[in-house]
């Protein structure tokens, strides 16, 4: 896979951590975080913090960003499977028109059903890409389709009986939208719409292989704004293009491009939407590089968007994009945090506890900006990353770079949201323990990956002839468990006071916590009862919390307890905990730095992969008990725009009050362009 880090969270991550100290402006405390809750899924809503405080041509700006990225709704559901704005605009004429029992079990399934299609842009699992089978048989789904007027439903009643019925209803028929699996022709074998019902991946393959130069330093991303078809037995690109498919949605996606540059923040700005507009005009990949680097080079603007045909996880060949948006401005404060560390950087890397031989004369930290987001859309909706770093053609982040963010109302949503849940309760061993995860969490857990991502991976380095490739699969782990040890280290020390980074000497408690109680318990619930932990970043977290344990036994660093038959680990030491983290960062460093392969994999074998069967088991029963959601998403806030009596627009203004159902069914009404099949 491409280099690509879009960091979608789980719901997990965050339950252990609560909230922050300060209170946002304009959030005011009765911000209704949680929306609803309906099979694996959970809705949110997030807080556009500081929407207030931004000038009225700003504010224009976002509105006019924010329609541009509704309007392509419609296309994610077509890119991710041919039938799905069928399927979808059935189930709301259904729902919209049926007169019988809504308080049938059938119905009610019915709603979930259609509520999974809006969460999944379509009929298979948002993340897991399988299909979903409805909790309702056909003949009850074709028994409501016979009471409906045919004028109301968007394709004839023969097509949704001969072609949608076997189509939702049979296990075997498009069961994947994404299928990776080797071995198998992966394009005929995926659902998704992104390449002709004929075409076989060795012919999609050696279509694109054609096109590539290996003389092209600047090669454009072959493929990444089409479909392929087979037309009369000839490959055709199906360009997504004013003109071309797509069209009415990307027209109207046009029309707010075009309102936003003339409101916006500086030419860079609006040189940056000129050439998207003019990409999406020509379909010419050649502009859509210009459009990247032209927004790269875009710092200094407060609002920023992104809008297109952005990540390619939905083709198993990596080509195609999917359409999205996420539209943000600068959290400033949030912001100051990250440059503070970053202009700190040297200090951090000369008092690291390494080996100096393996200490960087000059370290460079790197600046992470922080935003909020203001709408999202597409692919980005209502499933949200936390994280974005773009672009995506490497010739250009080679050459010019990349933006990355992350997106910090979002994770305020979800670490509000997660109050009261009872999984900080059920694993946290003490009050104490709850109250100071409640204090601090959010703000631990915020510096945490702060120094995470802007000090660690970036400190220390190779001696002299070690390439970096020495770890081979352990390599990864490694590098993980550096940048998280240089992060928990640091976290309990005064310097991290010093920078006001952290209010007081016990807030980095709450961070230890969290990361023993994760590494050694929390992170299994995400792993099957006899499976061993594959993912490098949680091999690493058990690979740290596993290691200190074992380590501070003799002293009782951290001690296993139980507790009316539950297990719970408790630090007793969190002074002797951030030596050990010293220690082992040092180990870790000199592993990197000297490419031991051998003790990488005797540390990763011995503390990281295998998982204590017993204590697995007892997790996942604590943890089934709580009936949490593991998937969220979020519904958008409604921009309201407010007129003087000449007509100007005066002010615009946020509406928090709409519901999942409510906004889905308006999005279906006034934001949906696309003819049924494309
Ligand atoms: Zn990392």
Redesign the pocket.
């Known amino acids: 896979m491409k280099q690509i880090s879009i960091v979608f969270m789980l719901t997990l991550f965050f339950m252990a951590s609560c909230k922050t100290e300060k209170v946002k402006t304009d959030t005011k405390s009765d911000f209704q975080f949680n929306v609803e809750k309906f099979a694996d899924l959970k809705i949110l809503r997030y807080p556009v913090t500081g929407f207030n405080d931004l000038s009225l041509k700003q504010k224009e700006l976002l509105y006019y960003l924010s329609q541009a990225a509704i309007e392509g709704r419609d296309i994610m559901f077509d890119q991710n499977y041919r039938h799905n704005l069928a399927i979808r605009r059935t189930f709301e004429a259904i729902y919209e028109n049926y007169t019988g029992d809504r308080n049938s079990n059938n119905f009610k399934a019915l709603e979930v059903y259609l509520k999974r299609v809006w969460f999944s842009n379509g009929i298979h699992h948002h993340y897991s890409t399988d299909k979903f089978v409805p909790g309702f048989d056909s003949d009850y789904f074709l028994s409501l389709i016979n009471e409906i007027d045919e004028s109301k439903l968007p394709v004839n009643k023969k097509h949704i009986e001969e072609t949608l019925v076997p189509v939702m209803f049979n296990p075997q028929i498009d069961a994947k939208r994404v299928n990776q699996q080797q071995g198998v022709d992966i394009i005929a074998t995926s659902a998704n719409n992104y390449w002709g019902e004929n075409v076989s991946q060795a012919e999609a393959e050696a279509f694109y292989n054609e096109m590539k130069d290996p003389n092209n330093k600047t090669p454009v991303s072959y493929g990444l704004n089409s479909r392929l078809e087979k037309e009369k037995g000839k490959l055709t690109e199906k360009v997504w293009k004013v003109g071309g498919v797509y069209s009415p949605a990307i027209e109207k996606i046009v029309f707010w491009l075009e309102k936003a540059a003339t409101v916006a923040e500086n030419d860079e700005q609006k040189q940056v939407i000129d050439y998207l507009v003019d990409y999406y005009k020509t379909g010419k990949l050649e502009t859509f590089d210009k459009y990247n680097v032209a927004w790269l080079a875009d710092q200094d603007s407060h609002i920023d968007f992104v809008n297109g045909f952005i990540e390619t996880y939905g083709d198993p060949l990596g080509l195609k994009a999917s359409w999205e948006s996420l539209v943000n401005f600068k959290n400033i404060e949030a912001t100051h945090r990250t440059e503070i560390i970053s202009e700190n950087a040297q200090w951090f890397e000369d008092h690291s506890p390494v080996d100096p031989r393996f200490k960087k004369k000059k370290v460079k930290g790197v600046t992470a900006k922080v935003i909020t987001a203001a709408m999202l859309g597409g692919d980005c909706y209502p499933a949200t990353p936390i994280g974005i770093n773009l672009p995506n053609a490497d010739w250009i982040r080679k050459e010019h770079g990349s933006k990355s963010v992350t997106i910090e109302n979002i994770t305020y949503a979800y670490d509000q949201a997660s109050k009261g849940n009872g999984f900080l309760e059920e694993f946290a061993y003490s009050q104490k323990e709850i109250d100071r995860a409640r204090k601090y969490g959010f703000q631990a857990d915020n510096l945490h990956t702060d120094l995470?991502?802007c000090l660690?991976?970036g400190s220390g380095q190779l001696l002299p002839g070690v390439a970096g490739d020495e770890l081979k699969a352990y390599g990864a782990t490694i590098?993980?468990a550096r940048?998280?040890l240089f992060a928990l280290y640091y976290m309990g020390t005064n310097k991290i006071v010093e920078l006001k980074l952290l209010p007081d000497n016990e807030a980095f408690k709450t961070a230890y916590d969290d990361y023993i109680r994760n590494g050694l318990m929390t992170q299994l619930t995400r792993i099957k009862l006899g499976n061993n932990i594959e993912e490098s970043?949680m091999r690493n977290r058990q690979l740290i919390a596993r290691w200190a344990y074992e380590h501070g036994k003799d002293e009782k660093v951290i001690e296993k307890k139980n507790k009316d038959g539950k297990t719970f680990y408790v630090i007793n030491d969190y002074i002797k905990l951030r030596e050990l983290f010293g220690q082992f960062l040092a180990e870790i460093q000199r592993v990197k730095s000297e490419g031991d392969y051998e003790t990488a994999k005797q540390l990763i074998e011995t503390y990281a992969v295998k998982i204590d069967p017993d204590l697995h088991a007892e997790v996942l029963e604590r943890y089934e008990k709580l009936d949490l959601a593991p998937y969220s998403g979020f519904v958008n806030p409604v921009y309201k725009v407010v007129k003087d009596d000449s007509g100007k627009i005066s002010n615009i203004t946020l509406d928090y009050t709409e519901g999942y159902t409510e906004q889905m069914m308006r999005y279906s009404k006034e934001h949906s362009w696309l003819p049924s099949y494309n």
């Open positions: 995470h991502e660690g991976h590098e993980e940048a998280d970043h």
